[in-house]
Nanobody, 129 residues
Framework: QVQLVESGGGLVQAGASLRLSCAAS????????MGWFRQAPGKERDFVAA????????DVADSVKGRFTISRDNGKNTVYLQMNSLKPDDTAVYYC??????????????????????WGQGTQVTVSS
């Protein structure tokens, strides 16, 4: 069982930066691929970014490529989402998710929501124009 708690959301102006954090419980964090998703009002939840178990491999959605970066610190059981040059379209609830434990597959970075086993409660990000 993994529990995930997101933090770092808030209200910012367009062009600003935010860093989201997701703290995970448990001693096997390094065995999970981690991802970030977001859900805007009235829309489906969409993939944002994923990072492999080791952190060596990342995958980022085209809509945020070049602006968002995902990373992890296995020593701190935490995954991060650095968001730069924020736009009003980035306004959404951002969710952290864990897929695993993963056996082998050190470069595994899942994109599909159905592949993830554990979810956080979400953190609101609002970008004003």
């Amino acid at each position: 069982q993994v529990q995930l708690v997101e933090s770092g959301g808030g209200l910012v102006q367009a062009g600003a930066s935010l860093r989201l954090s997701c703290a995970a419980s448990g001693r096997t964090f390094s065995r999970y691929a981690m991802g970030w998703f977001r859900q805007a009002p009235g829309k489906e939840r969409d993939f944002v970014a994923a990072v492999s178990r080791s952190g060596d491999t990342t995958d980022v959605a085209d809509s945020v490529k070049g602006r968002f970066t995902i990373s992890r610190d296995n020593g701190k059981n935490t995954v991060y989402l650095q968001m730069n040059s924020l736009k009003p379209d980035d306004t959404a609830v951002y969710y952290c998710a864990a897929d695993g434990p993963v056996v082998g597959a050190y470069s595994y970075t899942p994109r599909r929501e159905s592949e993830y086993d554990y979810w956080g409660q979400g953190t609101q990000v609002t970008v004003s124009s």
